[in-house]
């Protein structure tokens, strides 16, 4: 599966961006996606997950920083996930990346997944 990310862009410290992720392949709906964040300097670290459609209630994880700020979500018809992210701060400024994987051992672990796509970037200035 082909992941692109969009929707990246400059806002204000308490704004609201939505960014996407838009797959290539009859088999979205099979992979849990997750979202990532690398801002300079730093080490790449989790931002949030969904899981799989199908079966299983869908499930969702999220990093302690973005808890109840961010909301991540998908819609299988577009093959597109996305994630809400409320009330932006300064250190939320990064790039940010989607990704695809199978089960729902290690979500929080880059390693973990097998698609990437490239990133998009966010700025929140204060």
């Known amino acids: 599966v082909q992941l692109q990310a969009s929707g990246g862009g400059l806002v204000q410290a308490g704004d609201s961006l939505r960014l996407s992720c838009t797959a290539s392949?009859?088999?979205?709906?099979?992979?849990?996606l997750g979202w990532f964040r690398q801002a300079v300097g730093k080490e790449r670290e989790f931002v949030a997950f969904?899981?799989?459609?199908?079966?299983?209630?869908?499930?969702?994880y999220y990093s302690d920083s973005v808890k109840g700020r961010f909301s991540i979500s998908r819609d299988n018809a577009k093959n597109t996930a996305y994630l809400q992210m409320n009330s932006l701060k300064p250190e939320d400024t990064a790039v940010y990346f989607c990704?695809?994987?199978?089960?729902?051992?290690?979500?929080?672990?880059?390693?973990?997944?097998?698609?990437w796509g490239q990133g998009t970037l966010v700025t929140v200035s204060s």
């Open positions: 969904i899981s799989r459609s199908g079966g299983s209630a869908i499930m969702t």
């Open positions: 990704a695809a994987r199978n089960g729902l051992v290690g979500v929080r672990t880059s390693s973990q997944y097998d698609y």
């Open positions: 392949g009859r088999t979205f709906s099979s992979y849990g």
